[in-house]
């Protein structure tokens, strides 16, 4: 079975810190395109962070750059998502997902564009 599971979540008060991860099981993705998504209670899943196979083109919503970095290691098939200096409004459920499908920038930041999705891991930040 082809599955993305994340883990790392929790709960942290805001100014903390946290690091997702997501390991790919029943095949590789080693070469797909991998990113990080995120939906709060009563909102649309939106982006966060994207990264290309080789890690040369790094891709981050405005609402957390400067705090979060995206990283992979394609020997292990995972990909992380240091969260630093978290705030309330962070509070939601973090999916990764994985394509193969694309190449362009754009492309990142939309969940269509995407095949593959881990079953999320919730972080709630407390004020």
């Known amino acids: 079975q082809v599955q993305l599971v994340e883990s790392g979540g929790g709960l942290v008060q805001a100014g903390g810190s946290l690091r997702l991860s997501c390991a790919a099981s029943?095949?590789?993705?080693?070469?797909?395109?991998k990113a990080w998504f995120r939906q709060a209670p009563g909102k649309e899943r939106e982006f966060v962070a994207g990264?290309?196979?080789?890690?040369?083109?790094?891709y981050y919503a405005d609402s957390v750059k400067g705090r979060v970095t995206i990283s992979r290691d394609n020997a292990k098939d995972t990909v992380y998502l240091q969260m630093n200096n978290l705030k309330p409004e962070d509070t939601a459920v973090y999916y990764c997902?994985?394509?193969?499908?694309?190449?362009?920038?754009?492309?990142?930041?939309?969940?269509?564009?995407?095949?593959?999705w881990g079953q999320g891991t919730q972080v709630t930040v407390s004020s």
């Open positions: 990264i290309n196979w080789s890690s040369d083109r790094i």
């Open positions: 029943g095949r590789t993705f080693s070469n797909y395109n």
């Open positions: 997902a994985a394509s193969n499908k694309f190449t362009y920038s754009s492309s990142y930041y939309y969940t269509s564009n995407y095949d593959y």
